[in-house]
C-alpha cells in the first residue's frame, strides 16, 4: 500500500508542476490554486509512504516520477525539445526509479 500511495504522489507531483506552468508565475488564479493543492495532496500523501519506506527510497522515487512525468508532459504536449539525450536521459531516471523499488521491495 505505502508503493502505491507514493506512486500516487509522484503523479500528483507531475499534475502539480503543470498546473504551475499554467499559472505563469502565480499570476493566474485557478491554475494556482490547484496547483498549490494538489501539491499539498502530493506531500500528504508522501507523508503517508514514509511511514513504511525508507526516506531516501521513497523522496528519490517520489521525485523521479514528477521530474520526469513533467519532463516528458513537456515534450509531448508543451512542445519541448526532444532530442535522443533528454530520452536517455529519462530512460536512466526511470532505471534509477525501478532499481530502488527492487533493492527496497
Not at 508565475?25 to 508522501?46: K, M, Q
Not at 503517508?48 to 514528477?66: F, M, N, Q, R
Not at 512542445?79 to 533528454?86: I, K
Request: hydrophobic share 65%; with cysteine; glycine share 14%.
Amino acid at each position: 500500500m505505502a508503493w502505491l500511495l507514493l506512486v500516487v504522489a509522484g503523479a500528483l507531483e507531475i499534475v502539480w508542476a503543470l498546473a504551475l506552468k499554467r499559472a505563469e508565475g502565480l499570476t493566474r488564479f485557478w491554475p494556482s490554486v490547484l496547483g498549490i493543492s494538489i501539491a499539498l495532496a502530493s506531500l500528504v500523501l508522501l507523508g503517508l509512504a514514509l511511514k513504511h519506506l525508507p526516506v531516501g527510497t521513497a523522496y528519490a522515487v517520489w521525485v523521479g516520477i514528477g521530474a520526469a512525468g513533467v519532463a516528458v508532459c513537456g515534450m509531448v504536449f508543451l512542445g519541448e525539445q526532444v532530442s535522443v539525450a533528454r530520452i536517455v536521459c529519462l530512460a536512466l531516471i526511470g532505471i534509477g526509479v525501478a532499481g530502488l523499488r527492487a533493492i527496497d521491495g
